[in-house]
Nanobody, 114 residues
Framework: QVQLVESGGGLVQPGGSLRLSCAASGMRFSIYHLAWYRQAPGNEREWVAGINSGGTTNYADSVKGRFTISRDKVKNTLYLQMNSLKPEDTAVYYC????????WGQGTQVTVSS
């Protein structure tokens, strides 16, 4: 049974940092395209960053230069390092693993506020 569990969210002041984790089980982590999405209240879920099976990374323009996506194949864990956080980064963050079908985590809340 495939399972993705996010952690690391919380309340942080503008300009601060957080690192999100997404622990995967029941899957061969390295063959999946992995991504982070986020959804703010009243908004549609939007793609934030992705890393493919070859290790190539891509970012939404809104987070480029501030966020870094990475993965640990041994730990079967996906990460999102978020620096220079802004209030508009406030959202529930989800990880996604895509291959033949998509798998989603349950989400972790990130709130950026003073």
């Amino acid at each position: 049974q495939v399972q993705l569990v996010e952690s690391g969210g919380g309340l942080v002041q503008p300009g601060g940092s957080l690192r999100l984790s997404c622990a995967a089980s029941g899957m061969r982590f390295s063959i999946y395209h992995l991504a982070w999405y986020r959804q703010a209240p009243g908004n549609e879920r939007e793609w934030v960053a992705g890393i493919n099976s070859g290790g190539t990374t891509n970012y939404a323009d809104s987070v480029k230069g501030r966020f870094t996506i990475s993965r640990d194949k041994v730990k079967n864990t996906l990460y999102l390092q978020m620096n220079s956080l802004k209030p508009e980064d406030t959202a529930v963050y989800y990880c996604k693993a895509a291959a033949v079908q998509d798998y989603w985590g349950q989400g972790t809340q990130v709130t950026v506020s003073s």
